[in-house]
Nanobody
């Protein structure tokens, strides 16, 4: 069984920082792209940032220069460092990962349960 476990959400004032973590638990897997998405109330889920297994990154325009995604392949963990937070960053943040199940030889996309980030003005 493969699962993602997220941590690090919470309440912060505008201008503050938070760091989200997401660890993949599972055996006999190869992790490709990992990413963070978010969904604000009444809005669609959107990509925030993603990082490939090789370290290439991409960001939503709204977070460029403020958020940094990174990963530790040895720990099967992806991080999202969020600085200069704004009230409009308030959302549930979801981690996801694209995996290859090595025994079955098939690809799988998995999602975390979400962690709430609230930025007060």
């Amino acid at each position: 069984q493969v699962q993602l476990v997220e941590s690090g959400g919470g309440l912060v004032q505008a201008g503050g920082s938070l760091r989200l973590s997401c660890e993949v638990y599972g055996r006999r897997i190869s992790i490709n792209t990992m990413g963070w998405h978010r969904q604000a109330p009444g809005k669609q889920r959107e990509l925030v940032a993603a990082v490939t297994s090789g370290g290439s990154t991409n960001y939503a325009d709204s977070v460029k220069g403020r958020f940094t995604i990174s990963r530790d392949n040895a720990k099967n963990t992806v991080y999202l460092q969020m600085n200069s937070l704004k009230p409009e960053d308030t959302a549930v943040y979801y981690c996801n990962a694209d995996l290859l199940l090595l025994i079955e030889g098939r690809y799988l996309e998995i999602w975390g349960q979400g962690t709430l980030v609230t930025v007060s003005s």
